[in-house]
């Protein structure tokens, strides 16, 4: 095992009353995310302020070049290919992981090959590249990268209720 | 803060000095690449300090340190370019040179629009700066959490129970008579 007792379990693992609203938390907010992302170039359709405010926002991570995004209702997305790719790689993980035991389990024992899923995306953006190899590159490096966020946030809920690891049944009374 | 205060200074001040320049900070377009570098290497910093693995949950907390700190360095190195580039163009200069000339509305109303958005710097830059903040503790976040993945040491393991020794009391060696 490469690390202490809590990392030693896989996110599916922890349990306990604090469990659910840290997951209600973090899948709240990457649906907020993904919504304003699309929600964006509907309300510059619609001519609202509000476009540029979620504009304004995405802004800070990306540089949303038009000929570099995907469109729709005739106006970019609030964010380019690449990091549509990351955010829908990394609400995939976060549903798609908890159920795929053997990357899950694979990514527990050997973190360090979450670089591997990097890989593409360096080659990626090296290399001449189209929508489409930026969008499933950038899918595929966030998607294990859900996972050790999802552990992260567990480890934090647990940590007020329990010191260290998953809890476990009580040992029976004599 | 058991030792995260140094590694989150150090992260948040590279990054936050990198984003606070012109030109440099444009490789936080790339998914916010300088922010999550930060919070990576404050992650590769906080546990070549630490005797044991650390966490991930410790990783979220040292990125959402190294994410603040550099967000008050980049702000603090970023306001002078931003008020310059704000300060290059007057537009009550143009007003003064433009007043008594017989221009048409339409000039007129560009120059006034030019004026009300001179009015909207302020809050912009505040805002901006809200923004700015949000998106680095998210990354540098996200940037910690994938350094303590990478960097984490293998814990070393428990003693466990003493192999078994010969027994205390010697047995006679038996015999074949």
Known sequence: MRSGPIADHPAEDFAGQRRWPAEILLFSAVAIW????????????????????IYGFFHQACHQIPERSFAMWGEALAVCHRCLGLYSGFTAG??????????????????????????????????PNTPASRY??????AFPVAY?????????????????GPSRPAPKKM | MNGKLKPALLGGAIFGIASGLPIIRWLNCACCALVAGGGFLAAHLYQKESPKPIQYGDGAVLGLLT????????TVVSLPFSLLSFAVFDSSELQDLLRGMDLPPEVNEWVGMLTAQEMM?????????????????IFATIGAIIGVAVFQKPAVPSPGPPPPGPPTTPQPPMSIE
């Open chain 1, 94 to 127: 976060l549903i798609l992981l908890p159920g795929w035991r053997f990357l899950s389990g694979l990514l527990q024992r050997r973190p360090r090959w979450v670089l591997l899923f990097f890989a593409p995306m360096m080659l990626d953006v090296m290399l």
């Open chain 1, 136 to 141: 499933f590159t950038g899918f595929v490096a």
């Open chain 2, 121 to 137: 710097v302020g809050s912009t830059l505040v805002i901006t700066m809200i923004w700015s903040l949000v998106i680095w503790l």
């Open chain 1, 148 to 164: 050790f966020v999802k552990l992260a946030l567990l480890q934090l809920a647990a940590k007020p209720a329990q010191a260290v």
């Open chain 1, 34 to 53: 993904m919504a304003l992302i699309f929600l964006a170039p509907y309300l510059r359709a619609s001519d609202s302020l509000w476009a540029d405010w």
């Open chain 2, 67 to 74: 994410g603040v700190i550099g967000g008050l360095i980049e």
